[in-house]
């Protein structure tokens, strides 16, 4: 089993950058696929990023790309989430994911196995 703990949300004006932390504890993170999440009320939880247990091709959303950064440190059993040029449209809760043992990403939330706690991220215009 894997526990996962966000870090690193908060308050930013549009234009300026975060960088989210999950960090996980349990056996066999190296194994786990790993994906960035994030829900506002109005929609669906969406995956903005994720990283496969193999930290090879990584996934974006469209509208991210170029913008954002996933990468992961199996030492440290961290997977971090790079965020720049902040929009408003980026405010949501953030959500980190695991998915494994030693299978591919997915972009469908229903496909994770564990979940952190979230970590809200404003960005104001």
């Known amino acids: 089993q894997v526990q996962l703990v966000e870090s690193g949300g908060g308050l930013v004006q549009t234009g300026g950058s975060l960088n989210l932390s999950c960090s996980a504890s349990g056996r066999g993170f190296s194994s786990y696929s790993m994906g960035w999440f994030r829900r506002v009320p109005w929609k669906e939880r969406e995956c903005v990023a994720a990283?496969?247990?193999?930290?090879?091709?990584?996934y974006y959303l469209d509208t991210v790309k170029g913008r954002f950064i996933i990468s992961r440190d199996n030492a440290k059993s961290t997977v971090t989430l790079q965020m720049n040029s902040l929009r408003p449209e980026d405010t949501a809760v953030y959500y980190c994911?695991?998915?494994?043992?030693?299978?591919?990403?997915?972009?469908?939330?229903?496909?994770?196995?564990?979940w952190g706690q979230g970590t809200q991220v404003t960005v104001s215009s």
């Open positions: 990283i496969s247990w193999r930290n090879n091709a990584p």
């Open positions: 994911a695991a998915k494994g043992p030693r299978s591919p990403f997915e972009i469908r939330s229903e496909q994770y196995d564990y």
